[in-house]
């Protein structure tokens, strides 16, 4: 039998590490596999130009049952889950410069500090 070896950031839930629950509440238990879980939506990126798969427009996170619950659905659908400017990997803001969407992380994630 071969085992079949999964990249290393594969087994980490991203929201679920650098996500902050509203009211200071406790950061839930991971729920469900990871899923794709974008940081700039999907139509937004395609409007612009871009490519909605780019790698740097998403990060690994939890996503329930079905892929929209778990830490996923807490920051899309939600909206319980927020994250810091800081938080936003160089990637994603680098996407953001490339197709003018920097005011889109502002209004979204904060001013960069």
């Known amino acids: 039998m071969t085992m079949r070896h999964r990249h290393p950031r ?7 590490t650098f996500g902050v629950v509203e009211n ?3 950061m839930p238990l991971c729920d469900g596999r990871l899923v ?9 990126i395609r409007r612009e130009g871009g490519r909605e798969w780019d790698s740097r427009a998403w990060v690994w996170a939890c ?4 892929g929209n ?11 319980t889950l927020r994250l810091p400017r800081s938080a936003i990997p160089a990637g994603t803001e680098q996407l953001a410069l ?3 969407l920097i005011w889109w992380l502002e209004r979204e994630y904060g001013v960069r500090s």
């Open 36 to 44: 794709r879980c974008h940081l700039i939506p999907k139509r937004l």
């Open 98 to 100: 490339e197709l003018g």
């Open 63 to 66: 996503g329930g049952i079905v």
């Open 69 to 79: 619950g778990g830490h996923h659905g807490m920051l899309d659908h939600s909206r």
């Open 24 to 26: 200071g509440d406790p």
């Open 10 to 16: 594969l087994e980490l839930c991203w929201l679920a």
